[in-house]
């Protein structure tokens, strides 16, 4: 491993592109490999045993590509598979739960913390349980939402429409009415929502899991010696490669709107 | 200098503590020590060499008190003093100019930049110095506008007020004009107004000075192994004790709307 070895980034489909791009945003002068298993996507519904094989073997190939670091960009393969990642390899892995659920405590004052997700995520209790295991706050109240239509809305490119909203408000209505001061968006589509939901629940601390673990990453990696030198180097394109396991005909669509800029076509492998 | 020492942040005022969120958000358990010179506030119209001279001085009362490095979070300051007080002291020097130039340059995809400051910032051209400074691009266009009324508004506390929309409005209408895709917040004040401007300019990239300085501050204390450990612990109090030249009577409200907790009395002090 060396400064200018990548950092691997791997989720089950696309929506870890929100992940690297908070990674872009702190961290620009880094090689990135993503990895996106789109052609299992979602994990979601998906065996304990088969996410944490699917796992085992995204991250083998980032590791043969040489990668320094480890991000699973999904949270469901946070939740089930981050321990098997763990052992498995020997360089650092962040997963999207933990890094999220410290910053939520951090930030509440009232203890009311809200956790949005798809059902999957929700129904799995991998937020509450990061949340009371991190947590000294007996009185720490935990509410969550499974919000299914979020994820097709922000791959239709809907962010602002009308619809949107109503269904982002019929949604958020139950944890308004809890006065959560602080909410986990904890699906990698959800950070593109960000206006829409601030705008239904204003004042309350959206907790973006990919911005809290490029932080992490930062501290990780400075800490080993292990940073890529900054440049003064500006017109400044992005050092990414894209692996996919399929090529959806969105993919361009969606990956501009979740990076902001054009993304080259990425080279289909198999798992 | 230790891992535990306290990082240091100096200010002209109390503008200076949207820095210290951004701190206290990606690395908490640092220690911190905020000097604001709120007796000799504003530093914007007075000469450079005062402006040097008073830098010097609050930098030298951090380091009394062990700081391990120096954050000026103030835009005139950094702008004027930087170089003076990196070869005064041997601690690293972080200002608030040149990060969130970086990463405007990172940022932009049509190279229209837009800076907002207060008049005397707008005036001194270090935004526009830096960006040329760093940039590759002859193509750059950099539109700054003079914002006076955006600090007394923030100090009000009218972050959404009609009025405060209409002022945003009628600041910010010729940099819309100019389909600029990324805005310096280039006022310690500003980041309190984030809404606002975003609901105006919908889509603009809103560049956080504070934010960048923070992540430049990880990297920085990561690779001297000078990061504070990280804690499991929760119920969490940011550890920061506050000095100021003067105590003005808006002094707590102030610093609670800009912080979201609420301070203990600052010691006041004489420079």
């Not at 990780?220 to 890529?228: H, M, P, Q, S």
Request: charged residues 20%; contains cysteine.
């Amino acid at each position: 491993m060396e400064n200018n070895s990548p950092i691997g980034v791997f989720d089950s489909g696309i929506g870890g592109l929100s992940v690297l791009k908070q990674f872009l945003r702190f961290i620009p002068y880094e090689k990135y490999i993503y990895l996106g298993d789109t052609a299992r996507v979602p994990y979601g519904n998906k065996s304990a045993e088969t996410v944490i094989e699917y796992s085992l073997q995204s991250a083998r190939f980032l590791i043969d590509k040489g990668a320094k670091m480890i991000v699973i960009a999904c949270n469901t393969a946070s939740s089930v598979a981050l321990e098997a990642v763990k052992n498995e390899f020997d360089v650092p892995v962040i997963g999207m739960i933990i890094p999220a659920a410290q910053a939520a405590l951090r930030t509440t004052s009232n203890h009311n913390i809200g956790i949005i997700g798809t059902r999957a995520t929700v129904a799995s209790g991998a937020y509450d349980k990061a949340l009371m295991l991190y947590s000294e706050l007996s009185s720490l109240n935990i509410y969550s939402k499974a919000c299914p239509l979020f994820v097709p809305i922000v791959e239709e490119g809907w962010l602002e429409h009308d619809a949107s909203k109503l269904i982002a408000e019929e949604y958020l209505q139950e944890l308004k009415e809890k006065e959560i001061d602080t909410l986990i968006l904890g699906c990698t589509h959800y950070p593109l929502l960000k206006k829409l939901i601030a705008d239904i629940v204003p004042g309350v601390n959206l907790i973006d899991s990919g911005e809290h673990a490029a932080v992490s990453a930062i501290r990780i990696l400075g800490e080993a010696g292990l940073l890529a030198k900054e440049r003064d180097e500006f017109n400044f394109t992005p050092d990414v490669d894209f692996y996919v396991t399929d090529v959806p005909s969105t993919f361009f669509d969606i990956a501009r709107r979740f990076l902001d800029f054009d993304v080259n076509t990425p080279k289909r492998i198999s798992l």
